[in-house]
Nanobody
Framework: QVQLVESGGGLVQAGGSLRLSCAASGRAFSDYAMGWFRQAPGKGLEWVSSINTSGDSSYYADSVKGRFTISRDNAKNTVYLQMNDLKSEDTAVYSC???????????????????WGQGTQVTVSS
């Protein structure tokens, strides 16, 4: 079992930055690939970014590429999402998720993730 707790959300003006954190507890954090997803009001779940267990491979949705950066610190059992140049369309609840790592893991597929956090609200005002 892995417990995930997000933090760092809030209200920010367009063009601003936020850094989300996701702290993990329970089983070995380094066994899991990690992902960030978001859900805007009235919309479905959208994949944002993922990172492998060692942190040397990362993946981004086209909508955030060049603006968001995912990273992880396995010593601190934490994954981060640095969000720069935020836009109003980035407003959503952001959730982190953990996927048991296998060579053919699926960074973008939400149903492949085993554990989820509760989410943190990010609101970007224009």
């Amino acid at each position: 079992q892995v417990q995930l707790v997000e933090s760092g959300g809030g209200l920010v003006q367009a063009g601003g930055s936020l850094r989300l954190s996701c702290a993990a507890s329970g089983r070995a954090f380094s066994d899991y690939a990690m992902g960030w997803f978001r859900q805007a009001p009235g919309k479905g779940l959208e994949w944002v970014s993922s990172i492998n267990t060692s942190g040397d491979s990362s993946y981004y949705a086209d909508s955030v590429k060049g603006r968001f950066t995912i990273s992880r610190d396995n010593a601190k059992n934490t994954v981060y999402l640095q969000m720069n140049d935020l836009k109003s369309e980035d407003t959503a609840v952001y959730s982190c998720a953990a996927q048991t790592y296998r060579p053919n893991w699926s960074p973008q597929v939400s149903r492949k993730y085993n554990y989820w956090g509760q989410g943190t609200q990010v609101t970007v005002s224009s």
